[in-house]
């Protein structure tokens, strides 16, 4: 069974970071692809960050990119979200999302779809 929990999720200003983790629990290594994604009151879901098995591979969504870089350990089971200058336009429930399949088309990394196990998400607050 496999386990997603994400922290680090906080309240901050507009141009202030932020570090989410992620941990996948239930396997001793864990390579299938992994994503971020986040939701705000009367929205969808929207990928926001994504990183194949490897890790060689990434793909984030317009809004965020040259602001946030995701990454992984593998060896240690955990991805992160470093999430700099934020706005508050960022605000909301952020989840991280595990895949079964280690590589997923980069244009796919950001769809829901595609993954199949969820953390209970972190909130995150930006202030203007």
């Known amino acids: 069974q496999v386990q997603v929990v994400e922290s680090g999720g906080d309240s901050v200003q507009a141009g202030g970071s932020l570090r989410l983790s992620c941990r996948v629990s239930g396997y001793r290594y864990y390579f299938g692809s992994m994503g971020w994604f986040r939701q705000t009151p009367g929205k969808e879901r929207e990928g926001v960050a994504g990183?194949?098995?490897?890790?060689?591979?990434?793909n984030y969504a317009d809004s965020v990119k040259a602001r946030f870089t995701i990454s992984r350990v593998n060896a240690e089971n955990i991805i992160y979200l470093q999430m700099n200058e934020l706005k508050p336009e960022d605000t909301g429930i952020y989840y991280c999302?595990?895949?079964?399949?280690?590589?997923?088309?980069?244009?796919?990394?950001?769809?829901?779809?595609?993954?199949?196990?969820w953390g209970q998400g972190t909130q995150v607050t930006v202030s203007a």
């Open positions: 999302a595990a895949s079964a399949n280690p590589y997923i088309a980069r244009s796919w990394l950001l769809l829901p779809s595609n993954y199949k196990f």
């Open positions: 990183i194949e098995g490897d890790g060689k591979q990434t």
